[in-house]
């Protein structure tokens, strides 16, 4: 056997659920994941080869061929178009003379575009053999190829560090956390433990509780209340539970967990151990994100220092039974695996699909006991809870949402970045917090959110108006709606599961329509065929990703009517954009003869 | 009063839709009665000689000429019916869409079984009186619009003779569960 | 004997045992609600959304939900029919289905869908998408212009120790159906027909045979999908 495989195999255990990490130690000591490396692994697991390739096949940053010595991952988010990538890609390509998707010739560079890294507000980004290099230019692009070609390697290439802990010896990663705001809850001055300290004198009953009158509900976008999902987690009969949080931020334009795990990682794995302890969880797992792996080895002594303190292990806290860890599940670039049932599934070694409901994790979740999953920013918030208090708390906010939230402001602002605010502040509040450069529009809550124009820049941040897991993305004047609905709806066909059918394939009918219209091709039916086929998508598809992934067309034609009938044809009830010259180009070049028209 | 003028026409089809349409059998005196023929297959009428009510478009689009016959039938008829499934989706012809239109001509003319050795100078028809093949086949509502279609390889006559009937005299267009197959 | 429940379907009282899926309960009842990538007998997977009812209000695929006692179910309202006529459409644009060529052809499930939903042209243009056809198989080749990833392959089709013989590869609008060639190989020529038969279209099929049954003569030429349940009377 391969000794690779053999490592990788035996360093899991032979547990077919612990895949993902058998293939992220072979595509970090070989660079991909061949068909060899799939049989052997099959054999030892004793699986069949194509369900260990059905997993690897799923996620995009597994490959079964080399994508080069340097893998080049540039991301191609709205923000990042908007900041500039098109120039960037083109350095890229130019300078390594190969094209996107591809591997260049001598094996040296593979350019791939990837989703939203999370670095929305130092865009253009790319990740370059796991490291981040933000604010790239079109000179960078070109020093680092040319370095990269003489000797150099991605590590060398760091030239600066960004604040706060970037710059610790654990991280050093060029990557600037642009806190802008730090408010009462998460980025609130604390000394790491005092929550903790509470821990013995509480039952994991009024842990619940105090969490409960909080009214604390789940950040992550869905505000599920988090006490009564523990309650149901709790009252889901089981000798075993889990405790999973989910740092997948994949929805683009947020990046403000990537700060949390940043500048506060004790204050998450506080969380983790409260809400483990409240649910009686035998183990917690961080699900993070692959983008953010430069944070692991950060991650990993901060952990290392809990169990050195007994904040983690056996009789946690001395609180006799209580044994709680916690490990690191890296995913691969899948933004469906931020659906907490997908990413329950790629904790356990598969594709990262959804699971039909009912049953509920909290019923039947990770390896089949009751799970919990909450959002970094959630779990956060329970340790500032249990410190001061679910009156305190809900003395922040509005009536329905307590607290304060975390938002991710990206797009045509002066301050890019995280704000912690209280929720209740309106959009317009927000827009001139961040500096927002003459504003046409603010996409809410990413590309499955809403877009909003200047009529609603009143409504406020809050569950009662306008719920969202924080991502802002402001868009100027100069911008085009119908590019920003493209670039997000390409966004839904690359990340679909594909496992609903409307999901997997009406996206793709909806993005050609668009498209048509945008080539000048459209007449005001194709408008009216955008919405109606678009509001199938909430009807039919299984998850909130599949049911909102017609969002970005469907709210941009809401607000923006007059920006899609600018680009209908006058006075046509009937366009299919046939072109006679160019159907007879292909074959007039095969039998040698000048194109003509009929 | 006159009658409802019908034009027919085969584009990249096999010409079943029309023999399919002639299998209403002793309807067929009924038809005569109920409507007249312009440019038609049925009774050779090469070019359009006046406006007429139907345009019955078997095949789809797989040349040049195709595309200008439609777009006549277009013009010159108030309702236009897609017959067949080559018509509606491109049908067997279209079974080359996703083959290089280059690797498509060698095989029929420089490498196939039937012209491997009969073609030693090994020539593309290439004259300019010929019409040019398209990029793919396209389904004739992909080209012009459709105003309703009758599915089936062929349709069956049924299907064919009540959208008729239907058409002419205004009466909704009785779809019983046998007469509607895509093959 | 287990607790009976009681339910409406488009207002028709309705009762079943316990912990029955909405489809198979509707079936009982006499009524008929489509499903494509549901196969009786095997895990539901929800995933072709063909089979969406709406629960007390709510969009909910009838194959992965129980029917509990007092749930009030719509089935055939224009709304619901639309977007299964819309799916039904979407899935012929997406693959590459050529009916009068096909050996499913009158025994297919995807069109027979097309003939119950009437229709008579997808409304979404052709994009006629390259699909691989995989014929290395000894026993079946499987055409991938044709499938419509039910998924019915890969959940049921086990070799005897558990193992799948068919997998999901790639994901979104490019995933396609994986087989493992050395485990198909050990099939008996009936467990190949089984597979076949297990495919609700024309997308795996057993080598050497085809055309088996005359037009006229198929399942689906002239009885509607759907109809042998329609005519089961009220329990």
């Known amino acids: ?598 | 009063m006159s009658k409802p003028i019908v034009a027919t026409t085969s584009l990249a089809g096999c010409f079943g839709c029309h023999m399919s349409l002639l299998d209403i059998d002793d309807r067929i005196l009924q038809l005569i009665d109920l409507v007249d023929f312009n440019k038609s297959p049925v009774d050779d009428i090469k070019e359009f000689t006046e406006m007429c009510d139907i345009g019955l478009i078997e095949g789809g689009c797989c040349n040049s000429e195709n595309v200008h016959v439609l777009k006549d039938f277009r013009k010159n008829c108030k309702v236009l019916v897609s017959v067949g499934e080559c018509a509606i989706m491109g049908g067997l012809p279209a079974l080359r869409n996703n083959i290089p239109i280059k690797e498509c001509l060698e095989e029929a003319y420089l490498n196939g079984p039937s012209t491997k050795n009969a073609n030693p100078e090994r020539i593309m028809p290439n004259n300019e009186e010929l019409p040019i093949i398209l990029d793919k086949v396209y389904p004739c509502h992909e080209i012009v619009k459709i105003d309703y279609y009758l599915p089936g390889c062929p349709p069956r006559a049924d299907l064919i003779w009540n959208a008729l009937i239907a058409l002419v005299t205004g009466d909704e267009l009785k779809l019983p569960y046998e007469v509607v197959k895509f093959d | 004997m287990s607790e009976q429940v009681k339910f409406t379907i488009d207002g028709k009282a309705c009762k079943t045992q316990k912990g029955t899926n909405l489809v198979e309960a509707a079936k009982e009842n006499g009524i008929y609600i489509p499903v494509l990538c549901h196969l009786e007998g095997i895990k539901p997977a929800g995933s072709c959304r063909i089979c969406n009812v709406k629960v007390n209000g709510r969009f909910m695929t009838a194959c992965t939900t129980e029917v509990s006692d007092g749930m009030v179910i719509e089935n055939i309202t224009p709304e619901i029919q639309e977007l299964r006529k819309i799916i039904v459409e979407t899935l012929f644009v997406s693959g590459n289905h050529f009916c009068p060529a096909c050996e499913k052809s009158g025994n297919c499930e995807l069109q027979a869908l097309g003939y119950r939903y009437q229709m008579m042209v997808p409304r979404f243009p052709y994009e006629f998408e390259e699909k691989e056809v995989d014929a290395t198989s000894q026993k079946f080749y499987i055409d991938r212009n044709r499938c419509v990833l039910c998924k019915r392959c890969v959940r049921s089709v086990k070799t005897k120790d558990g193992k799948s013989i068919f997998a999901i590869l790639g994901r979104g609008h490019q995933a396609v159906i994986n087989i493992d060639h050395e485990l198909a190989n050990q099939l008996s020529d009936e467990e190949a027909q089984e597979v076949m038969n297990t495919c609700p279209v024309g997308s795996i099929l057993k080598k050497e045979r085809g055309y088996v049954d005359p037009i006229g003569s198929r399942k689906y030429d002239n009885k509607p999908i759907g109809s042998e349940i329609e005519q089961i009377t009220n329990l």
């Open chain 1, 1 to 598: 056997m391969n000794s690779q495989v053999q490592i990788a195999v035996e360093k899991y255990g032979k547990d077919a659920s612990r895949l993902m990490d058998m293939f992220h130690h072979l595509m970090h000591e070989k660079g991909f994941v061949d068909d060899e490396d799939l049989n052997q692994m099959a054999e030892a697991l004793d699986i069949s080869k194509v369900d260990a390739e059905q997993t690897l096949s799923y996620y995009h940053f597994f490959n079964k061929k080399s994508r080069g010595k340097f893998s080049i991952y540039l991301n191609n988010s709205l923000v990042s178009q908007m900041m500039g990538r098109a120039e960037i890609a083109e350095a890229f390509e130019k300078a390594t003379a190969t094209e996107f998707g591809k591997v260049s010739a001598d094996g040296m560079f593979g350019l791939f575009n990837t989703s939203c890294i999370g670095m929305n507000d130092q865009e253009p980004a790319a990740i370059i053999n796991g490291v981040v290099f933000p604010k790239i230019t079109t000179y960078r692009v070109r020093e680092l190829i040319r370095e990269f070609r003489a000797g150099k390697t991605a590590p060398e290439m760091i030239n600066s560090y960004g604040g706060g802990q970037n710059q610790s010896s654990l991280v050093q990663a060029m990557v600037t956390n642009n806190l802008n705001r730090r408010g009462s809850v998460i980025f609130a001055d604390y000394t790491p433990g005092e929550a903790l300290k509470k821990l013995p004198n509480m039952k994991s009953r009024d842990i619940i509780e105090e969490v409960k009158n909080s009214n604390l509900r789940g950040r992550g976008g869905a505000g599920f209340p988090v006490g009564l999902k523990w309650d149901f987690c709790t009252k889901s009969p089981s000798e075993d539970r889990y405790l999973l949080c989910n740092a997948d931020e994949g929805e683009p334009g947020t990046f403000k967990d990537r700060v949390i795990l940043t500048e506060t990682p004790h204050l998450l794995f506080e969380g983790m151990i409260i809400a483990g302890y409240a649910i009686g969880a035998k183990e917690g797992i961080l699900y993070l994100r692959l983008e953010y792996e430069y944070l692991e080895k950060l991650l990993e002594s901060v952990l290392d220092n809990f169990r050195k303190k007994g904040l983690l292990g056996k009789n946690v806290l001395g609180i006799e039974g209580f044994n709680f860890d916690i490990r690191i599940q890296f995913g691969a670039g899948a933004y469906v695996c931020g659906e907490e049932s997908a990413l329950i599934e790629s904790c356990e070694g598969k594709r990262g699909e959804p699971r039909n409901r009912p049953p509920f994790p909290v019923q039947v979740g990770y390896l089949n006991k009751p799970t919990v999953v909450n959002n970094v920013e959630t779990l956060c918030s329970v340790v500032k809870i249990i410190l001061n208090g679910a009156e305190w708390y809900k003395s922040m906010g509005t009536k329905e949402s307590s607290g304060t939230k975390l938002l991710s402001i990206s797009g045509d602002v002066k301050y890019p970045g995280v704000f912690e605010i209280e929720w209740g502040m309106t959009i317009h509040e927000m827009l001139e917090m961040s500096g927002a450069m003459h504003p046409k529009a603010v996409q809410v809550g990413g590309p499955s959110g809403r877009l909003i124009a200047e009529n609603e820049f009143e409504r406020t941040i809050c569950y009662e108006d306008l719920p969202t897991g924080g991502a802002m993305i402001v868009l100027g004047q100069n911008r085009n709606i119908l590019e920003v609905a493209l670039n997000f709806t390409e966004f839904f066909i690359e990340e679909s599961c594909g496992s609903c059918a409307p999901c997997r394939y009406l996206t793709v009918i909806l993005r050609n329509k668009l498209k048509k219209i945008m080539d000048g091709k459209g007449v005001a039916k194709d408008i009216d065929d955008l919405v109606h086929w678009g509001q199938q998508m909430k009807k039919a598809n299984r998850c909130g990703l599949g049911q909102t992934a017609a969002n970005p067309i469907l709210t941009s034609i809401e607000n923006f009517k007059q920006d899609y009938m600018t680009k209908i044809e006058k006075g046509k009830e009937f366009d299919t954009k046939f072109n006679l010259e160019a159907a007879i180009q292909e074959s007039s070049r095969a039998v040698g003869r000048f194109p003509q028209t009929y």
